[in-house]
């Protein structure tokens, strides 16, 4: 069965390594892509997601401008820099965003579709957050899974409690997680398990595909950047967490992966823990009609290496 998916993402290294995932996949067809805000201004997720499309050759996938601030604070990004991907052809740019803004995108996209879309959120949720609010029947009658990545049971990453899509807008993920629908959130355990090592690299080049191709510059760029300081953190060599792409293994692999069900509520309202994910797994004391979320924890990371190179290969 081809599972049809629409990804939401403030692109970004790792949303674009999900991207390439679901892209090269042929158990999935993408439909289309949003842009938020997040870790990076919306001006730049939203070129980075048009720039991947347009570099794998899939110009006929939509991606749509979504929102550029929380629902209800201040702005929060987590680099103001200019960060683009590391692949080649941005100076060529052409493809243009959506004519419907992320929200009435992604609604006409269900509306449209005969069977069930998964939906992944890759970014803080507020896109997500407003298409619950404005489409709620819309969301209940014909969104599948919801795979998302963010927040954490044990700590967090901008905060010691707080996960940096939640961080950027809690109440947004709030309101997600009070719609009630069933969620799979990957979350910052499991994203820590999958790591990245240059002993990766040729696996996932020998792929040989423009999904490999670009998923091997970003991870290369980032273990050139980022990968001694984790290292140090760890006591390890080299490595690199490419957290947006788990939610495309787990949702085509879930074996591969160790998860607990909760019931999880985001603080929105404290001085130190906004964003934070409380994740009540009680035997005890929860209704368990509200563990409605399945909280990713941990994977065998030999497997996850491994499929990864395998989808990037099934790339036309
Ligand atoms: O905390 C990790 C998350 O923040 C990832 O989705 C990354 O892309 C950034 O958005
Ligand atoms: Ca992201």
Redesign the pocket.
């Known amino acids: 069965m081809v599972r049809k998916v629409l990804f939401d993402?403030?692109?970004?290294?790792?949303?674009a390594t999900a991207m390439c995932l679901g892209v090269a996949s042929r158990d999935i067809e993408v439909l289309g892509v949003s842009a938020c805000m997040?870790?990076l201004e919306l001006r730049q997720t939203l070129r980075n997601a048009l720039h991947l499309m347009e570099f794998l050759g899939r110009e006929d996938i939509p991606v749509a401008k979504g929102s550029e601030k929380p629902l209800v604070r201040e702005l929060w990004v987590?680099d103001k820099n200019e960060r683009p991907l590391p692949i080649p052809g941005l100076e060529k740019l052409k493809k243009q965003p959506h004519q419907l803004d992320a929200v009435e995108f992604m609604a006409k996209v269900l509306r449209e579709s005969d069977t069930k879309v998964d939906l992944i959120p890759?970014?803080?949720l507020t896109n997500i957050a407003k298409l619950m609010m404005f489409h709620p029947d819309l969301v209940r009658e014909k969104v599948g899974n919801i795979v998302l990545?963010?927040g954490a049971m044990y700590f967090g990453?901008?905060t010691a409690a707080a996960?940096?899509?939640f961080y950027?807008d809690p109440e947004a993920a709030k309101c997600v997680f009070n719609f009630g629908m069933p969620i799979v959130m990957v979350g910052?355990e499991v994203?820590e398990k999958a790591y990245l090592c240059y002993d990766d690299l040729e696996k996932i080049k020998a792929a040989g595909t423009k999904p490999a191709e670009a998923f091997y510059n970003i991870v290369k760029q980032s273990l050139d950047t980022y990968g001694s300081r984790y290292a140090e953190a760890n006591g390890e060599k080299a490595r690199v967490?490419m957290?947006?792409s788990i939610t495309v293994v787990y949702l085509l692999h879930p074996e591969i992966f160790t998860t607990v069900k909760a019931k999880v509520r985001v603080e929105a309202n404290s001085s130190i823990c906004d964003g934070m994910t409380v994740c009540d797994t009680r035997e005890y004391g929860v209704d368990p009609a509200e563990k409605t979320t399945t909280v990713v924890l941990d994977c065998d990371r030999e497997k996850y290496v491994q499929l990864v190179a395998e989808i990037l290969k099934e790339a036309k």
Do not use: H, Q, R, S
Not at 9 to 15: E, I, K, L, Q, Y
């Open positions: 993402c403030d692109t970004g290294g790792d949303d997040g870790n987590g890759l970014a803080p990545m963010g990453n901008v996960e940096l899509n950027a910052l994203c967490y957290y947006d």
